[in-house]
């Protein structure tokens, strides 16, 4: 289990406690985080759980992988820090973890 905060764009925070296994999209929609869509069910194929993950976490966190970085051509306002929180799962060493989100899912 591992605490993870959501930051939306405006700045409020959404602190929630995740399980192991499932990905950062998954437990946000469950927690009703606005600004994660996850339009696709957690596919990797729409970009609606687009963030941003702090350079010091980003190993941590894994690289995206070619399907991913592609479906992130298709976010709004993609930088280097650009996740999908669907490919990311949550495991103990995610505790602490912040991720900010984009201003808009589309």
């Known amino acids: 289990m591992a605490k993870i905060t959501y930051v939306e764009f405006n700045g409020t925070e ?13 437990g946000a929609v469950s927690h009703m985080v606005p600004g ?12 609606t759980c687009h963030v ?12 995206p992988g070619e399907l991913e970085r ?18 990311i799962k949550v495991t103990d060493k995610l505790e602490g973890l912040r991720v900010m989100m984009p201003e808009r899912q589309y």
């Open 14 to 26: 959404h602190e929630v406690d995740l399980a192991n296994g499932q990905s950062l999209m998954t």
């Open 36 to 47: 994660i869509e996850g339009d696709c069910g957690g596919l990797c194929a729409c970009a």
């Open 52 to 63: 941003y993950i702090p350079e010091t976490w980003e190993a941590v966190c894994g690289a």
């Open 70 to 87: 592609n479906i992130l051509d298709f976010a709004f306002d993609a930088k280097d820090s650009s996740r999908l929180s669907c490919q």
